[in-house]
């Protein structure tokens, strides 16, 4: 199939998916809504992948796909030799009844995508281990802080040097104290402002406080060096 066909079948499925919501969803009300990256916050994750020209993402987090699905647009809608979409996600089966995994088949994108159905704390040791490089991440999965912790350690090591991490959910306190830690001291710097025209929430769900956009996406440094830890600044 040539690309713009692709990217048309998965563009149609996104849509079909934003509009009618997944084949079935949990028995919580407006569990789809409420779950998943709304259909603005995907373009412009979508657009974002496209500019950088990412070859290889990994995302963490694949639940009701609709940020997959902008994703594997993303890497079908450029000529690349060899594009990959590495997916992490312990539930898919359990939780989510393979409904992300599905629709990423219906859209013809199984074969560039590979889902780890396992924690992104046992999955990425094993992805580093296997050599993976990656232009570029989303992360989308648990939202504890020491989980968000790690998968930012482990991405350090696997998105290449210049890369992005593009994190959902930075509005929530434990995203955004763990994205801090690596912005004041790891030298990741937060680009101005690709997700300004998405979905913008309240801070710690202050409704008195100041709003942010729920995605936000950072630059890694040239380089990946170790900070002295004498050099550590408080967070
Ligand atoms: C908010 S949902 C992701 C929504 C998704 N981006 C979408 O657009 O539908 C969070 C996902 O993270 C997954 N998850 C939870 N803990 C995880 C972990 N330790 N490692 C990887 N994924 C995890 C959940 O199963 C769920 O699919």
């Given at each position: 199939m040539k690309t713009d066909d692709r990217a048309i079948r998965v563009r149609e499925v996104?849509?079909?998916?934003?509009?009618?919501?997944?084949?079935?969803t949990r028995d919580f009300d407006d569990d789809f809504a409420y779950i998943t990256?709304?259909?603005r916050d995907c373009d412009l994750l979508r657009d974002l992948i496209?500019?950088?020209?990412?070859?290889?993402?990994?995302?963490?987090?694949l639940a009701y796909g609709s940020s997959a699905l902008a994703v594997g647009e993303a890497l079908v809608s450029r000529d690349h030799a060899y594009p990959r979409h590495i997916l992490?996600?312990?539930?898919?089966?359990?939780?989510?009844?393979?409904?992300?995994?599905?629709?990423?088949?219906?859209?013809g994108l199984?074969?560039?995508?590979?889902?780890?159905?396992?924690?992104?704390?046992?999955?990425?040791?094993?992805?580093?281990?296997?050599g993976l490089i990656a232009d570029a991440a989303f992360v989308d999965g648990s939202h504890?802080?020491?989980d968000v912790f790690l998968d930012f350690y482990y991405l350090r090591k696997i998105v290449k040097p210049g890369g992005l991490v593009i994190i959902d959910d930075a509005d929530k306190s434990s995203v955004r104290t763990a994205a801090h830690y690596f912005e004041v001291n790891l030298g990741w710097t937060a680009l101005s402002d690709p997700?300004?025209?998405?979905?913008?929430?309240?801070?710690?769900?202050?409704?008195?406080g100041a709003s942010v956009p729920r995605c936000r996406a950072f630059r890694l440094p040239d380089v990946l060096s170790e900070p002295r830890s004498s050099d550590f600044l408080p967070f």
């Open positions: 996104r849509r079909q998916l934003a509009r009618s919501g997944p084949a079935r990256l709304p259909e496209i500019a950088e020209q990412a070859e290889t993402v990994v995302e963490v987090g992490i996600d312990p539930f898919q089966e359990d939780m989510w009844a393979n409904v992300g995994w599905n629709l990423l088949c219906s859209a199984d074969p560039i995508a590979t889902l780890l159905r396992g924690r992104s704390s046992d999955a990425f040791p094993r992805l580093i281990a296997d504890l802080f020491h997700f300004a025209a998405g979905t913008w929430r309240p801070v710690a769900d202050d409704p008195s």
